[in-house]
């Protein structure tokens, strides 16, 4: 997967574990489960599979220097939501 293709997937992957978290409080086993539920309908959406998400993941996570592009690309795709969506409340 390039750039492109897992930015806007890991986006919705952290907030998928930011939701299951509130969700679920405290209890680290109720977060994995309930985050884990959220992550295989993800990857449906996406049409895609766990298998080859963590496959491309691994990959940026062995290139350091194209992890820190993904970062970068998803702090900046998370601010462009972030701004449409104050534009659309208002």
Not at 10 to 37: H, P, S, Y
């Amino acid at each position: 997967m390039g750039v492109n293709e897992i930015k806007p997937l890991l986006w919705d992957m952290m907030r998928a574990g930011v939701l299951a978290q509130n969700k679920r409080g405290t209890d680290t086993a109720a977060i994995r489960k309930e985050a884990l539920k959220n992550y295989e309908k993800i990857f449906a959406l996406y049409r895609t599979d766990k298998e080859t998400f963590y496959k491309s993941y691994q990959y940026y996570i062995e290139h350091p220097d194209k992890h820190k592009v993904l970062m970068d690309s998803v702090v900046a795709y998370a601010n462009r939501k972030r701004v449409d969506l104050f534009k659309r409340v208002q």
